[in-house]
């Protein structure tokens, strides 16, 4: 008989079983579209639903979706929903760009994330978490955090602006990062217009003042540029080789130009910090509540710090810390849902020879949120199981059944920047801190930008003792 105790099974919303009116489907879109979908999105491979007049296709089946991001991505481009909300920000950046803009930005940037530039940032992610963690020394004997994920965000902001400025930050407001969290919270937000497909000139209520947090941010970036490219000027040798350094870089004709590079900077830090904190505070929930599994990676952690070996190996050497991250981001998703437009009609047949026809201006809905909760591809889908990702077990999940990072020639630029740093965190907080749920607590994940917390996640730090 298995006397392993059950896995933990963390909170999320039961699929719904009742058919919503189109009212209800309005509210609950604008409220959480987590709380959207239904038993079919968990159990079929792909279902075709309508939205008033709009036909959208969800689509599970791993085989489908590779149909799609990869192997006939040029069909697909990015679903007007998501450009009406993220383009008025982030203009022709990375994440926003699309055809000919995107092409030649997506080749310029290649070279700034490579392996070797990521590894380069490890020393930085390592200072940055060390100087974060201090502030639970002065933490009092009941150790409360009001809110794990706010402080998370903190970490990661930290890293991003290390590594994207080196500190050299032109603002007069005493805190950046509060200025970035005012950006993100106004600007990223689904308005009934857009679910009504207004045009972009159409006000937006959630969304008004954002424009003036927008241009005030803006005009930060522009200033940081100015600073540094004329210190680059003067002395390049002296320059820090960061994000903006290697950006400026790409200054050229074949390269990008001084208004995308400001636009790409704005998407590093919308998709680039938010994303990893999140991920972060869900992978120390999951783990809280699961106390072996905590154990182990505990022992992983002292061991490999006890020998000494450098965060840039942390990532290798510590399976158990990564497949707790991997397990993190299948329950709670940062990006829940990758949607795509279909340019013109297109057919895919499965190899039992069932045929799905999707027709031109079809929106797609390929959403890691029911994907990684699926019945048919995961075994205990509600359950955190972070065994699933050691390497022994890693070949058992196709490649496109896990998609926390996306797929295709769109697939996240820094997915390995974003896995190192988040090793490099967890590594050091727990090496110092175990890190439990407070009893009864029950974080409610909803879908903004991110998945995120509804109500925060207060959770209690107190200090460990290394086993070594
Ligand atoms: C755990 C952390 C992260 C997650 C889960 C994540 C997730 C994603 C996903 C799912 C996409 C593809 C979107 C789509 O296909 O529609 C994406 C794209 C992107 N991500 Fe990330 N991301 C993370 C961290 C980062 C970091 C650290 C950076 C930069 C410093 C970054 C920059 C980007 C950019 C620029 C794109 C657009 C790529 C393109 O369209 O060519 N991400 N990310």
């Known amino acids: 008989m298995d006397?392993?105790?059950?896995?933990?099974?963390?909170?999320?919303?039961?699929?719904?079983?009742?058919?919503?009116?189109?009212?209800?489907?309005?509210?609950?879109?604008?409220?959480?579209?987590?709380?959207?979908?239904g038993r079919p999105s968990y159990t079929l491979p792909w279902i075709e639903t309508k939205f008033f007049s709009e036909r959208n296709l969800i689509?599970?089946?791993?085989?489908?979706?590779?149909?799609?991001?990869?192997?006939?991505?040029?069909?697909y481009r990015m679903a007007e929903v998501r450009q009406l909300i993220l383009r008025p920000i982030l203009r022709d950046g990375l994440l926003t760009a699309e055809g000919p803009v995107w092409k030649r930005s997506r080749k310029a940037m290649a070279p700034v994330f490579t392996p070797r530039h990521a590894k380069g940032f490890a020393g930085k992610m390592l200072a940055k978490s060390e100087e974060y963690v201090k502030k639970y020394a002065d933490i009092g004997v009941a150790g409360r955090v009001e809110d794990m994920s706010a402080d998370m965000a903190e970490i990661t902001f930290g890293i991003l602006s290390e590594t994207l400025f080196s500190g050299d930050v032109v603002t007069t407001s005493d805190n950046f990062s509060d200025d970035v969290e005012a950006l993100l919270h106004r600007m990223g937000r689904v308005d009934p217009m857009d679910m009504l497909r207004a045009p972009p000139w159409v006000p937006r209520l959630r969304r008004i003042g954002g424009a003036k947090v927008m241009k005030q941010f803006r005009d930060v970036v522009r200033q940081t540029m100015e600073k540094r490219r004329a210190r680059m000027k003067a002395d390049r040798a002296n320059t820090p080789d960061d994000f903006l350094t290697l950006l400026?870089?790409?200054?050229?004709?074949?390269?990008l130009t001084l208004d995308e590079i400001e636009d790409n900077i704005l998407t590093?830090?919308?998709?680039?910090?938010?994303?990893?904190?999140?991920?972060l505070a869900w992978t120390l929930y999951c783990v809280s509540c699961s106390p072996d599994f905590r154990d182990v990676m505990e022992r992983e952690i002292d061991e490999v710090l006890a020998l000494g070996v450098e965060p840039v190996e942390w990532l290798d050497r510590m399976p158990h810390v990564r497949a707790a991250f991997e397990e993190g981001m299948r329950l709670y998703p940062p990006a829940p849902s990758l949607n795509r437009e279909a340019i013109k009609s297109d057919r895919w047949t499965s190899p039992a020879g069932e045929t799905v026809s999707i027709s031109a201006g079809m929106?797609?809905?390929?959403?890691?949120?029911?994907?990684?909760?699926?019945e048919l591809y995961w075994e205990k889908p509600r359950a955190f199981m972070p065994e699933r990702f050691l390497p022994e077990n890693r070949d058992k999940i196709d490649r496109f059944q896990y998609l926390p990072f996306g797929a295709g020639p769109r697939v996240c630029i820094g997915a390995t920047f974003a896995m190192q740093e988040a090793v490099i965190a967890l590594a050091v907080l727990m090496s110092r801190y175990r890190i439990d749920a407070l009893p009864g607590s029950k974080p409610w994940p909803v879908q903004r930008l991110t998945t995120q917390p509804r109500d925060g996640l207060p959770m209690r730090v107190t200090p460990r003792r290394r086993q070594s």
């Open 268 to 279: 590093f830090i919308g998709a680039g910090h938010e994303t990893t904190a999140r991920a």
């Open 59 to 75: 689509v599970n089946d791993p085989r489908l979706i590779r149909h799609i991001l990869v192997e006939n991505s040029s069909n």
């Open 3 to 37: 006397m392993r105790p059950e896995p933990f099974e963390p909170p999320a919303p039961i699929p719904r079983n009742r058919i919503l009116s189109r009212l209800q489907v309005i509210r609950t879109v604008l409220r959480n579209p987590l709380e959207l979908w």
């Open 363 to 374: 929106t797609i809905l390929i959403m890691p949120w029911t994907l990684h909760r699926h």
């Open 248 to 255: 400026l870089e790409l200054d050229g004709p074949d390269g």
